[in-house]
T-cell receptor, first 112, second 112 residues
Framework: DTGVSQNPRHKITKRGQNVTFRCDPI?????LYWYRQTLGQGPEFLTY????????KSRLLSDRFSAERPKGSFSTLEIQRTEQGDSAMYLC??????????FGSGTRLTVV | AQSVTQLGSHVSVSEGALVLLRCNYS??????LFWYVQYPNQGLQLLLK????ATLVKGINGFEAEFKKSETSFHLTKPSAHMSDAAEYFC??????????WGLGTSLAVNP
């Protein structure tokens, strides 16, 4: 297992288009998290799964954002009708229940 | 509510000098605390974590941190800075071992 994998690494999209990102966690990790990071800031929590259940969702996540984790394995984060303010690095992490999150390399989204 | 404050958004040291990056937290219950490092255009790498065991925690790359409950601090240190230590460092706290609450980060520059 090579860690948390995120695809794509970079995505450039036109405003108004939909985008979907994928995260493949470490296989034995039952927890999966999505964070967003803008330049010069720390990551902001978006949502969290334990197995396939989405247990918490930040108020930062508007109705245009949705995340899924079917079968408790990989996860997808979809953004509909993208806006320029959505431009950021989207980070995925996974963990066991004792913390020590492992992060992926992130997907950098640029909305033009 | 939990929060993390990193004192000093930019720290500059000479190669071979002591590195000290400050982190103070706010929590009403015993926290788990983490330090992560981020190199440009990369994801976050766990340096070390405190999970209520030993108060002095040793991490990777020669870094260590000491949990001081009386001072609500978890400062990161390294005896001798190396050029490769130049990066962004983030302190984070979790209470329920779910989402991480992050500091704004400290950019470390190492001068030859």
């Amino acid at each position: 297992d090579t860690g948390v994998s995120q695809n794509p690494r970079h995505k450039i999209t036109k405003r108004g288009q939909n985008v979907t990102f994928r995260c493949d966690p470490i296989s034995e990790h039952n927890r999966l998290y999505w964070y967003r990071q803008t330049l010069g800031q720390g990551p902001e929590f978006l949502t969290y799964f334990q197995n396939e259940a989405q247990l918490e969702k930040s108020r930062l996540l508007s109705d245009r954002f949705s995340a899924e984790r079917p079968k408790g394995s990989f996860s997808t984060l979809e953004i509909q009708r993208t806006e320029q303010g959505d431009s950021a690095m989207y980070l995925c992490a996974s963990s066991l229940e004792d913390g020590g999150y492992t992060f992926g390399s992130g997907t950098r989204l640029t909305v033009v | 509510a939990q929060s993390v404050t990193q004192l000093g958004s930019h720290v500059s040291v000479s190669e071979g000098a002591l590195v000290l990056l400050r982190c103070n937290y706010s929590s009403s219950v015993p926290p788990y605390l983490f330090w992560y490092v981020q190199y440009p255009n990369q994801g976050l790498q766990l340096l070390l974590k405190y999970t209520s065991a030993a108060t002095l925690v040793k991490g990777i790359n020669g870094f260590e941190a000491e949990f001081k409950k009386s001072e609500t601090s978890f400062h990161l240190t390294k005896p001798s800075a190396h050029m490769s230590d130049a990066a962004e460092y983030f302190c984070a706290v979790t209470i329920n071992n779910r989402k991480l609450i992050w500091g704004l980060g400290t950019s470390l520059a190492v001068n030859p």
